[in-house]
């Protein structure tokens, strides 16, 4: 009897024992809360490079770390999008991840963080650099916009010369069309001047049809560009469209209005989707330019860990204090199928 009492005794003590360092240890791991806020769940580029992000701080679980991601859509409208930051921050994550809606008003979502003393890495759309120094706990991460239109209009050029058949009418002129992603917003209008800029540098003669605003939507893009196929026809030589999505409308557009090969112009994009990618393979788009959302992504959650464990960025990491930039690479058929492996 008194071993049996003697026994019961030790294992009690065992499992209470067990319990307590299973409380330890559930106690010592800590958590990272981020909140990533979009500036809409509609566009495929941005849930692509979500996507790389939920992936890549995943990546950064350990037995000592939880990672939670919670993804918000702030649906195109900056006063929802702060209210949801609001709710972000109230609900107690340690790091924010905006796609700002308005580049230009970001200082509500900057204020309510700073409050809370929560550091702000914004992506895709560049604050002004003057929101962006108000703290030292805002960054930024994205591409250059001006480069992703400089590589567009090389790939043209490159393709209009090495290209009689470009000209139709043989006027020695090339008649575009350009179709932009949103009023007044920055990628938008610097990718517009530089792809223009830049073919007209390489010594290319333009003469401008149209432009249309098509807010980086595919079907927005395939009804614009349906209006301007009625309107121009066969004129139309070029089609030069701030993204991919885009330029896949303009695809469309002339899928279903039934025109064979030879008589559609060059379609270049921006982004590197894998629906573009796809289109370039096959020649419907004629090239894109990759956006490294996968380094985006990678340098985001990297910055994020950096600054939850309460160290400063490295300065080597980082071009004026506060900018971390990833380079845009040309896509062409000769080189598609390096990055549909990736």
């Known amino acids: 009897m008194k071993q049996y009492q003697i026994r019961s005794i030790l294992i009690g003590c065992m499992l209470l024992c067990?319990?307590?360092?299973?409380?330890?240890?559930?106690?010592?791991?800590?958590?990272?809360?981020?909140?990533?806020?979009?500036?809409?769940?509609?566009?495929?580029?941005?849930?692509?490079?979500?996507?790389?992000l939920k992936e890549d701080l995943a990546g950064y679980e350990s037995d000592s770390l939880k990672v939670i991601m919670t993804?918000?859509?702030?649906?195109?409208?900056?006063?929802?999008?702060?209210?949801?930051?609001?709710e972000m921050l109230d609900a107690g994550c340690e790091i924010l991840a905006v796609d700002l809606v308005d580049r230009t008003e970001?200082?509500?979502?900057?204020?309510?963080?700073?409050?809370?003393?929560?550091?702000?890495?914004?992506?895709?759309?560049?604050?002004?650099?003057?929101?962006?120094?108000?703290?030292?706990?805002?960054?930024?991460?994205?591409?250059?916009?001006?480069?992703?239109?400089?590589?567009q209009g090389e790939i043209a050029a490159d393709m209009i010369r090495d290209n009689d058949a470009v000209d139709r009418n043989q006027d020695g002129k090339i008649q575009y069309?350009?179709?932009?992603?949103?009023?007044?917003?920055?990628?938008?209008?610097?990718?517009?001047?530089?792809?223009?800029?830049?073919?007209?540098?390489?010594?290319?003669?333009?003469?401008?049809?149209?432009?249309q605003f098509a807010n980086w939507n595919r079907g927005q893009a395939e009804n614009k560009m349906t209006q301007l196929i009625n309107q121009y026809g066969d004129e139309i030589e070029l089609v030069l469209s701030n993204n991919d999505e885009m330029a896949l409308g303009a695809v469309a557009?002339?899928?279903?209005?039934?025109?064979?090969k030879d008589r559609r112009p060059m379609i270049f994009g921006i982004d590197g989707l894998e629906g573009a990618l796809d289109a370039v393979q096959k020649g419907t788009i004629q090239g894109t330019v990759y956006n490294d959302r996968h380094g985006q992504a990678e340098q985001i959650s990297r910055l994020a860990m950096t600054l939850f464990q309460g160290q400063t960025p490295p300065k080597e990491d980082l071009e004026n204090e506060r900018y971390i930039f990833l380079p845009y690479k040309k896509v062409t058929v000769e080189n598609v199928e390096s990055f549909m492996e990736q």
Not at 199 to 210: A, F, T
Not at 253 to 260: Q, S
């Open 18 to 52: 067990l319990t307590g360092c299973t409380a330890n240890s559930e106690k010592k791991r800590d958590v990272l809360r981020v909140g990533v806020v979009l500036y809409t769940q509609d566009d495929p580029f941005i849930n692509a490079l979500t996507d790389c």
């Open 71 to 86: 993804v918000r859509d702030g649906k195109n409208d900056q006063k929802i999008q702060n209210e949801v930051v609001k």
């Open 106 to 151: 970001p200082s509500n979502i900057i204020k309510m963080a700073k409050k809370e003393n929560i550091p702000v890495i914004f992506f895709n759309r560049e604050p002004v650099r003057e929101d962006l120094m108000q703290w030292d706990k805002l960054y930024y991460v994205g591409g250059d916009a001006r480069q992703s239109g400089m590589m």
């Open 177 to 211: 069309v350009l179709l932009e992603g949103e009023t007044g917003h920055q990628d938008a209008i610097i990718r517009t001047d530089s792809v223009v800029k830049t073919i007209k540098e390489q010594g290319i003669i333009l003469e401008r049809l149209s432009f």
């Open 253 to 260: 557009a002339y899928d279903a209005l039934d025109y064979d």
